[in-house]
């Protein structure tokens, strides 16, 4: 036992002897408020901390997402896969590498002028926009 964690418990002994029930009360939390006190400095948060969302008061664990297995989720998400398979493969050969190498790489559109036939960037730039839209368009159901 640590020398603060003795000298914790003869306060305690002493507040009860004496009938200091609210002192007795206090030192015993006192542990359990450092570990909170440490938490909140580094950014730290408990799972059952409560929040207001939409007007309902709830915990933070009810935001996270079950991973058991869920045959409805899986087959949606295969539905929604194929989906966007079918969506991409009607981009040209062209703007299907320039959409893939930025949003998935971070190239940038002056490297892709390195890598395709167009020579500006102002021109990969639109084939990606163009690209985002028609993708955007042919998905809006899906996601």
């Known amino acids: 036992m640590s020398k603060i964690e003795s000298r914790r418990n003869r306060e305690i002994d002493s507040a009860a002897a004496t009938g200091k029930w609210s002192e007795v009360s206090r030192l015993l939390e006192q542990p359990f408020q450092n570990l909170e006190r440490k938490g909140r ?10 929040t207001v969302t939409e007007g309902k008061t709830t915990e933070l664990i009810d935001f996270i997402d079950d ?24 981009l040209s050969e062209d703007d299907l590498h320039i959409f893939l190498e930025v949003a998935l790489k971070g190239t940038s559109a002056l490297q892709l002028t390195k890598e395709t036939s167009y020579k500006s960037h102002k ?16 998905l809006k159901d899906y996601f």
């Open 123 to 138: 021109t990969i730039q639109r084939h990606y926009e163009k690209a985002v839209l028609f993708l955007q368009k042919e």
């Open 41 to 50: 400095k580094y950014g730290l948060s408990s799972l059952n901390s409560l």
């Open 67 to 90: 991973d058991t297995y869920n045959p409805e989720k899986d087959l949606l998400r295969k539905e929604r896969s194929e989906y966007l398979d079918k969506a991409l493969q009607k």
